[in-house]
Structures are given as C-alpha cells and as structure tokens.
C-alpha cells in the first residue's frame, strides 16, 4: 500500500488518504480481506494527527469499502459488487478532476447532489 500526502494540495490531508485508498480497493490493488495499517501506524508513516487518518477510515467504513473487526484491525471489506466498484472508480476520477481544477470538496459534492437529483427526477 502506497499512499502519499501533498501538504501543498487544496485536497485535505484525510481526503487525500481517503481518496488513494479507496482507489486502491477499487483497482483491486488492495483485495478483500487485505489488513490497513492502524490508525496510529499510518499516521505516523504519513506524518499526519491520527485524527486525519481516523477520518479517512471513518469515510471508507461508511462507503461499505472497509470494515473493522475490533482489536483485530481495519480489512478491505466483502460484499461490493461490480457497479459499486465501477461507481467508487468514477468517484474518485471525478474527486481528482475536482481538485486538479481547484474546486473545493464542498462545491464538488453539491454539484454531484444536484446531478444525481436531477437523475432522480427526470
């Protein structure tokens, strides 16, 4: 697993993480069942507060891509099916489009709300 911050990005850092990792389920270079680092530990290779980090495992666990076991750890969780992974890809194309373009995290998430009400209604 390879993960990189840009401390000179308009990305926040937890994004930043979250976003690469998610990637990486994606693509399958993290499969299922694959043990993340702890919190703690990732934190501490990246150089970010474990908060950053509680964040972007927070967010992943939300979207169904992780799952923690307790003690156990943090896995790349089962059960997703190909028009998740397909959608999560998309997703995060659609993140890095955003930022290369400076929009900010927020704007980029109201346009994808607007879009996907507009898909809703019509």
């Known amino acids: 697993m ?5 401390p ?8 930043q993480v979250r976003g690469q990792l998610a990637e ?20 501490a290779e990246l150089d970010l507060a474990v908060n950053t980090v509680a964040r972007a495992y927070r967010e992943l666990e939300a979207a169904g891509l992780l799952e923690t076991r307790g003690r156990h750890g943090t ?7 190909d028009a998740v992974d397909r959608l999560q890809r998309l997703a995060a194309g659609y993140a890095e489009r955003a930022a290369q373009l ?14 996907l009400d507009a898909a809703r209604h019509g």
């Not at 896995?75 to 099916?81: E, H, K, N, S, T």
């Not at 704007?107 to 709300?113: E, I, K, P, T």
Request: aromatic share 4%.
């Open 24 to 43: 990486q389920v994606g693509d399958g270079r993290l499969p299922v069942g694959t043990r993340l680092p702890t919190v703690r530990r990732l934190a």
């Open 8 to 15: 000179d990005s308009p990305v926040p850092p937890y994004e």
């Open 75 to 81: 896995f790349v969780a089962p059960g997703r099916d």
């Open 2 to 6: 390879l993960i990189s911050v840009d």
């Open 102 to 115: 400076g929009v900010p995290p927020a704007a980029a998430l109201d346009l994808v709300r607007a879009a």
